[in-house]
C-alpha cells in the first residue's frame, strides 16, 4: 500500500484526559472566552458563591472554664462580705464599748440634795439613794450579806463612805472580789431590784457596773473614794450601828 508506514504522529490537537476548563495548551495562546456552544465564559469567580457562610467555630473549653472560675470568685466574694461585714460592725461596737468602760463618762451626778436627819422611814427618789434627809444615826463600816437600811447608809454617805451595792445572787466569787477593793471606810451589801449587777455610790455621785471585773469601780474610788463630793468628808463610818435587818459586819 502507498503511504505505509504512517508518518510519525504529530502534537496533540486537543486537550487530554483530565482536561479542565481553562487548560490551554502549549503556545495556543490565551484562552477561550466562549464555549464551543456559545456560551460567555467570564473570568473565574473571586469569592464565596451567593448564600455561602463558614461554619460556626467550635466552642471554646477555655472560655467556659474562665466564667466557671468567675461564678465561683464571685460567689466566695459574696459569702466572705456576709460573714465579715457582720464581724466588723460586731467588733467596732465591742471596741466602743471598751471605750466607754474606760471613762468615768457615765457616772450620774445629783447635786444640791438635803443634808437634814430625819428619823423616819424616808423614801428616796433614787435606788440605790445618793443623799438627801437621812437618819440621824450611821451604819457602821463592812461588808454585809443581807440589805442594809438605808436611812443610815445615807448618813454614811454624808461622811464620805463608799457604798458598793449588788444583786442578790450574784456569784460568791464576785461577791469575795467586791469585799477586797472595798475600800477602808465602805460598806458592801446586797441591793433587792438592783438595776446593775454592781452599782457603786457615794454622795450625789453614782456608776453602774458590769460586774466586780469591771474597771470603772476602782477607777470610781480614786476619783470620789476620799469624799470628794461629801459634805462632812473628815468624818468616819466606823463606830455605827449594826443594822436591824439581820445583815451582820463581815
Known sequence: MSGWPPPPPGPPQGPGPGWTQGWTPQGAGPPPTSSPYGAALGPPPLGPPPGWSPAPPPPSSQGTKVGIVLGVVGAVLVIALAVLVPLAVSASREDEQVAVDSTLDAVEVFE????????????????????????????????????????????????????????????????????????????????????????VTVWERQLELTGADDPRLEMFIREFGAGETAPEPMASCAGGLSPDSGGTNA
Open 112 to 199: 444640791d440634795l438635803p443634808t437634814t436627819h430625819d428619823d423616819g422611814e424616808i423614801s428616796y427618789d433614787q435606788s440605790p439613794p445618793v443623799g438627801g434627809p437621812h437618819s440621824s444615826a450611821w451604819l457602821d463600816c463592812g461588808a454585809y450579806d443581807a440589805p442594809v437600811p438605808e436611812e443610815n447608809v445615807v448618813h454614811d454617805l454624808e461622811h464620805g463612805t463608799v457604798w458598793i451595792t449588788y444583786e442578790p445572787g450574784l456569784d460568791q466569787d464576785e461577791v469575795d472580789a467586791l469585799t477586797e477593793v472595798l475600800p477602808q471606810n465602805g460598806i458592801l451589801s446586797p441591793y433587792d431590784d438592783l438595776r446593775a449587777p454592781v452599782v
